[in-house]
């Protein structure tokens, strides 16, 4: 008898480099930003194969109206069936549809993710006003994050990386 998938470890904590930040608001001065961490939507693949195998998921858009639906259904190894989750993608109009479309189904897949875990934590990040270049649009400090956030394996190489004296 195969074993149940082990569907929490797609809620694991990315490691901080594969983080992406965006400004979701900018101060009125241009200076600073209210930071947001996102993850691409590779990550999100690539967390799926690993966890359970790329046998063992698929992804599915469905046109409901004027919007895109993704979907991200998982095969109970135990059972065999399919359990299916699904969301919309939420991008902002573009001068190319083809680039539209293609963004609402990213979207789509990495929110249609959230509910399986994958990248849920990043809603829970203490929220952080960092540096921001208004000419450039772009952020010019990267948000420290809290150390539930932070994999164990990064956080054991970057203390073995201190010297003896200041390690935790």
């Known amino acids: 008898m195969e074993r149940a998938l082990p569907v929490t470890e797609l ?3 990315f490691p901080p480099a594969q983080l992406n930040w965006k400004p979701q608001m ?3 001065d ?3 930003a209210l930071a947001v ?15 359970v195998g790329p046998l063992h998921w698929a992804v599915d858009h469905k046109q409901v109206g004027s919007q895109t639906l993704t979907g991200i259904g998982i095969r109970d190894q135990s059972s065999g069936e399919w359990v299916w989750k699904w ?3 939420l991008v902002e109009r573009e001068k190319d549809d083809a680039l539209s479309v293609e963004g609402s189904m990213s979207d789509g897949l990495k929110r249609a993710a959230v509910l399986w875990g994958v990248g849920r934590y990043l809603y829970r990040l203490p929220k ?4 921001y270049d208004s000419q450039k649009r772009r952020l010019t400090e990267t948000p420290p994050l809290p150390r539930w ?3 164990q394996e990064p956080r054991r190489e970057a203390a073995h990386a201190l010297p003896a004296e200041v390690r935790p």
């Open 11 to 13: 809620s694991r904590p």
């Open 26 to 28: 900018i101060a009125k």
């Open 30 to 32: 241009g200076t600073r």
């Open 37 to 51: 961490a996102y993850i691409d939507a590779r990550d999100v693949a690539e967390r799926l194969d690993e966890v």
């Open 87 to 89: 969301d919309t993608g």
């Open 128 to 131: 952080s006003w960092v540096g």
């Open 149 to 151: 956030a932070i994999p």
